[in-house]
């Protein structure tokens, strides 16, 4: 780690402008203060404020001990942790490109408040999706249990709602403004029922 570690961290700009951090750190969290209005005190003309230097050499404190758990060839949690979260994101945004699959997962509005319109109505649909596969697959794992299926607790951490393999992102949809009865999901699909193939599926739609 010789190699890398080549920079120090400045600890007396952080101690200089300590009080100041705090009541930055305090306007933030009481919404006393612009995004904007921090960005003009933390540089000017594209150099960085003295306190823009202290909050930087704060962050390299954060940013090292966050490479050394990265690097620890002990303990890989940190890692295993990070490729989880990795593999959730790219669920996320898997799911979201299925969606929008007519521009291919992007957005082309030539204005914002269209781009706005259309990334809202995409975080709908996708809040949607999970919400319903989330209450099926508790209706899934309640029914098991009542069957007397051991289903154990770390089993059930690793589901996902962003799984959509069994949605049909394709057609045509109508909606109303009826509210369904409590608890009227369809009826789960039996295990031992042979699953349709793709042509199979598409005669029946």
């Not at 951490?157 to 057609?171: D, F, I, M, T, Y």
């Not at 369904?180 to 042509?199: I, S």
Request: neutral net charge.
């Amino acid at each position: 780690m010789e190699d890398l570690a080549r920079n120090r961290v400045n600890l007396n700009k952080v101690i200089t402008h300590w009080p100041d951090m705090l009541k930055v750190a305090g306007s933030l969290v009481t919404n006393q203060v612009r995004a904007y209005d921090l960005l003009r005190m933390f540089g000017r003309d594209g150099r960085p404020t003295p306190l823009g230097a202290a909050f930087a050499e704060y962050g390299r404190i954060a940013k090292t001990e966050r490479l050394l758990r990265v690097v620890d060839p002990v303990d890989d949690t940190y890692r295993r942790q990070m490729n989880r979260q990795l593999t959730v994101q790219e669920s996320r945004h898997k799911l979201a490109r299925d969606v929008c699959h007519g521009k291919r997962g992007t957005i082309h509005q030539a204005y914002r408040d269209g781009m706005e319109d259309q990334l809202g109505a995409l975080g709908l649909v996708l809040n949607a999706i999970v919400l319903w596969t989330t209450k099926y697959i508790d209706d899934a794992v309640e029914q098991l249990r009542a069957e007397g299926h051991e289903v154990r607790d770390e089993d059930i951490a690793r589901l996902s709602p962003l799984k959509h393999r069994n949605l049909n992102l394709l057609g045509r949809y109508s909606f109303s403004a009826t509210v369904p009865a409590a608890g009227a999901l369809r009826p789960l699909r039996d295990p031992d029922t042979p699953e349709l193939d793709e042509d199979e599926e598409a005669g029946q739609d």
